[in-house]
């Protein structure tokens, strides 16, 4: 009997190909499902998505059943690609569920053993915390219309791998910058990469939660390369450094690394949205000058006239840290690509 995962497995896909397809001739998305004889997920959805809603606003979307089973088994293969949204699947941040008050402990209950007739110590526990808000990751790319429409498998598995890797990098950017605040400790690298380590360990380490690393890529290329038994570390996806979850994500700056306690970590993600536009002009740059109140000249591609289509991914999430040590940064990290032990 075929599972849950794998019925849902390339619904997103699908429904971008769709929406694609009907934005160009107009069609109603459910005669697009079904002369196109999409899975039963898919259709599904596109016949739901009547007026009432929109497919591109993930907070409607979600409410959809197939929906979230779509969004389920899109988010669970993005693999090590997202590190937040790898942490988040194996369990090691703490899922909580968004628009809920959430609470970490700050000071835990202390167990006491007591001698006959002696009085018995009660501890304090304090929480703190606030509601787990939603927040929106939007990612963006832009693909000719022949590779989307065209139903080969080879052109699915390039336009799902393209909305995967986009979809991780919003999510680890939003996650990330959102975690990292003032409050967060922050420490420079010096060139003892031992003694850098330590710092971040006593900073968060509390013996009684469970730890995991993020990794800018460079640092994570000198890490894999350390030769000094600490090693097990990959330069890519989630591996193991000193024994510890080790995840790489793009949505940290150069020569950052960070250490997190998962248990003091709250998060979740709840919907994916998909939307599509033909007639967008960009500015092809990952740094856009375009600027509504001082613009500068710069040259534009249109869509339209070059044949190709915007496609947006929506990611629903929301994280907070439950204190303000509930991980720690190290910054300017130049440690020597190999160092002896």
């Known amino acids: 009997m075929q599972n849950a995962y794998s019925e849902h497995a390339g619904t997103i896909q699908s429904l971008v190909r769709a929406l694609v397809i009907a934005e160009k001739t107009g069609e109603p998305l459910s005669d697009v499902a079904d002369r196109l004889r999409m899975p039963a997920p898919a ?105 989307v429409e065209n139903s080969s498998a080879a052109s699915q598995a390039f336009v799902s791998r393209q909305l995967r890797r986009a979809v991780a990098r919003a999510l680890d950017v939003g996650a990330l910058n959102t975690l990292i605040t003032s409050a967060t400790p922050t420490f420079a690298a010096t060139d003892n990469h031992a003694a850098d380590l330590k710092q971040l360990l006593d900073t968060v380490n509390s013996g009684e939660g469970r730890l995991a690393w993020i990794a800018a890529p460079d ?90 289509v915007a496609v947006k991914i929506s990611a629903l999430f929301g994280v907070t840290a439950g204190t303000p040590d509930a991980l720690a940064v190290l910054t300017g990290i130049e440690w020597p690509t190999i160092v002896s032990g």
């Open 43 to 147: 259709q599904r959805i596109l016949k739901a998505a009547v007026g009432a809603g929109s497919l591109g606003d993930p907070a409607w979307a979600g409410q959809l059943a197939d929906m979230a089973a779509a969004s389920s088994a899109f988010l669970q293969a993005l693999g090590g690609r997202s590190a937040f949204g790898a942490l988040l699947d194996q369990g090691i941040l703490t899922r909580a569920p968004l628009h809920s008050r959430v609470g970490a402990v700050a000071e835990g209950v202390v167990g006491a053993v007591s001698g006959e007739g002696e009085a018995r110590p009660v501890s304090r526990m304090s929480l703190t915390g606030d509601a787990l808000a939603a927040q929106q990751a939007d990612a963006i790319i832009v693909l000719s219309r022949e590779v």
């Open 219 to 308: 640092v994570a290329n000198s890490i894999s390369l350390l030769n000094d038994g600490r090693g097990g570390a990959s330069p890519e996806g989630l591996s193991e450094f000193l024994g510890l979850p080790f995840a790489v994500s793009p949505g940290l700056a150069a020569g950052t690394l960070v250490l997190l306690d998962g248990d003091r970590i709250l998060a979740d993600i709840e919907s994916l949205g998909v939307d599509v536009s033909p007639f967008t002009t960009l500015q092809m740059n990952d740094e856009p000058t375009m600027d509504a109140i001082t613009p500068t000249g710069t040259s534009t591609v249109s869509l339209w006239q070059t044949n190709s």
